[in-house]
């Protein structure tokens, strides 16, 4: 009896570690635009991102590598030097103080980004190692509809390429 119990006990532990690693399971996502666009140069990064074609380059914060709009969406992209150890915690810290909505890990098509959106929806982040010690970081901001934002945000991020 103790053995048979002992074997049970086992199992559950066995089935119940299986349940949490599946639980912290990356999501994998793989897309392809679906809009009209062309490729665009981050910087000196040596990547290239596909945005949709009524995206127009606007004046970028200080520090930015560029800024793009179209009217319903606006993207930002910078270079922040921290690591992905000091970019989970405060991305934790904002989700505490009710900033944030979530974070969420992700590969899209292949590529591990860390996604963030804000408290009140009207914003996304993502996340990119970019380097040792440097983040890129994708900024989306959503004039009025905060569905189109996800769509066009995930498939801009789906078709980071290396350029030359």
Do not use: H, R
Not at 62 to 90: F, P, Q, S
């Amino acid at each position: 009896m103790k053995k048979l119990l002992s074997a049970v006990l086992a199992l559950c532990m066995v089935l119940c570690a299986v349940s949490a690693l599946a639980e912290d399971a990356i999501t994998e996502i793989t897309n392809e635009p679906t809009f009209e666009g062309d490729y665009v140069v981050l910087g000196d990064t040596g990547l290239a991102m596909y945005v949709p074609a009524d995206f127009q380059e606007v004046d970028a914060p200080e520090g930015a590598l560029g800024a793009m709009a179209n009217g319903e969406i606006a993207m930002t992209v910078a270079a922040v030097n921290t690591d992905m150890d000091t970019m989970w915690a405060d991305a934790e810290a904002s989700v505490e103080a009710g900033e944030l909505k979530g974070v969420t890990e992700a590969y899209i098509n292949e590529t591990y980004f860390v996604l963030v959106e804000s408290a009140d929806g009207t914003q996304n982040g993502a996340y990119l190692e970019y380097d040792d010690g440097v983040i890129l970081v994708f900024a989306f901001v959503a004039a009025e509809d905060t569905d189109a934002i996800t769509e066009a945000e995930l498939e801009m991020l789906g078709s980071l390429t290396t350029v030359d």
